[in-house]
């Protein structure tokens, strides 16, 4: 029997836990320090069993997994090292840093437990144990932080449970992962919180700048609304990084300041064009890059209850569909649907159905 330990069952730890829990000779133990907690996770069926005890859910556990804000990982490793683990324990945590943790980590004693930094490239800008999915990093890359000292056997051990989560699980040195993780994933955030804090100023003047608001400023914007905590130890953590990180960008929108004034159509196409080339090299519909899900956009003409009509195709075809959502909706003009699916075999089904059934079906 396998028994694996999560504190902070929330979005990440909530996911791994339903990635866990059922399979066969696994026991999954939630950990909160709020009973109201610990009872929810008992109550949403994320776990098998939840405890406000730390020490409790520790000693039993073959793999921890510390999934609290990066502002706390420290205080519980801190609380680890000092209780009596299984021998060959593997301790990972979820945080979107690595440097740190590793560092703290390598100037503890485990005894013959093992820490192990861990860091899903996939999450969403929920939070809670509400928001947790068990098919959140299916698809996604799963970093893995192993130092020159982590034995080779444990590092197997985690991939092989990790691999409940259908994650690709690779291997990156800790400093690369937060330089990587700062431009790709801490920066997009910060530039979404701005560009969102820009517009409500404006909006304050005029109510017109949230009604005009579409799907440029949506997609854009989506990740300005993560869980301010985890996103402030996020920032905090990894600001070595991000500040000259940040130096880059102003660097970059200053481009635009000189194209715009030299009134340069040529170089603004050449950013646009370069832009796009990259973007489109970047694997599409894989999780954690492009698409946050498997999805397609179908154009539908403007008739009454068409939405019903396309999803009880899907319905009577056994496609489950995660998501729905109407882009454009004007009178007289086509509207556009994009529907999601939980798998890729879901959407190549739903793609096929509906073109053969005459809809314009784009990825
Ligand atoms: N949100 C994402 O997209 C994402 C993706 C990958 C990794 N991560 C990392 O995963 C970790 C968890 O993030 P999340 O998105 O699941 O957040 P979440 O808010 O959904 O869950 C956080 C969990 O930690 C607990 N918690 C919150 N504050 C705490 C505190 N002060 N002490 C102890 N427990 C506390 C909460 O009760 C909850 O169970 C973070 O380290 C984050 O950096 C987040
Ligand atoms: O898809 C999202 O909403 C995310 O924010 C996921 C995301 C990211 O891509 O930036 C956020 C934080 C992580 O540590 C890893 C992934």
Redesign the pocket.
């Known amino acids: 029997m396998t028994t694996v330990a999560i504190f902070?069952?929330?979005?990440?730890?909530g996911s791994i836990a339903l990635c866990l829990k059922g399979k066969p000779g696994i026991t999954v133990i939630g950990h909160?320090?709020r009973p109201s907690?610990a009872e929810k996770y008992l109550q949403r069926g994320v776990v098998d069993y939840a405890t406000t005890s730390m020490q409790e859910a520790a000693e039993q556990a073959d793999f921890i997994f510390i999934?609290?804000?990066?502002g706390?990982?420290e205080e519980y490793i801190l609380k680890l090292s000092t209780i009596h683990l299984k021998p060959g324990c593997i301790i990972t945590d979820?945080?979107?840093t690595k440097a740190s943790i590793m560092a703290c980590a390598s100037k503890l004693d485990f005894g013959s437990a093992v820490f192990i930094g861990g860091?899903?490239m996939?999450?969403?800008e929920r939070?809670?144990?509400e928001?947790a999915s068990s098919y959140l990093y299916e698809n996604a890359f799963y970093v893995l932080t192993p130092d020159e000292k982590t034995p080779a056997e444990a590092v197997e051990r985690l991939v092989q449970l990790l691999s409940h989560t259908k994650a690709n699980i690779v291997q990156v040195d800790a400093k690369e992962h937060d330089e990587i993780a700062g431009a790709i994933s801490h920066l997009p955030h910060m530039i979404a919180v701005s560009l969102v804090n820009q517009v409500r100023g404006y909006s304050e003047q005029n109510d017109l700048y949230e009604s005009l608001a579409a799907g440029g400023f949506r997609d854009i914007t989506r990740i300005a609304s993560?869980?301010p905590?985890?996103w402030r130890?996020?920032l905090i953590n990894n600001r070595a990084v991000l500040l000259p990180l940040l130096q880059d960008w102003s660097k970059e929108t200053n481009k635009f300041v000189e194209m715009l004034e030299r009134s340069d159509g040529k170089a603004i196409a050449e950013a646009f064009r370069q832009a796009g080339q990259f973007r489109s090299r970047m694997p599409e519909r894989r999780k954690g890059m492009i698409h946050s899900a498997f999805e397609c956009y179908v154009d539908v003409p403007d008739h009454p209850g068409i939405i019903g009509k396309i999803t009880s195709e899907l319905g009577n075809s056994r496609i489950n569909l995660s998501n729905i959502q109407v882009i454009e909706s004007r009178e007289d003009v086509p509207g556009i649907l994009r529907l999601s699916f939980r798998t890729q075999d879901y959407l190549d089904q739903a793609i096929a159905l509906l073109s053969a059934n005459g809809y314009d079906v784009h990825l």
Do not use: F, K, R, Y
């Not at 902070?8 to 730890?13: M, R, T």
């Not at 999934?67 to 990066?70: E, G, M, R, T």
């Open positions: 902070g069952v929330g979005l990440i730890g909160s320090n907690q999934c609290v804000p990066v706390n990982l979820a945080g979107s860091h899903p996939a999450g969403s939070s809670g144990v928001a993560g869980e905590n985890v130890d996020i």
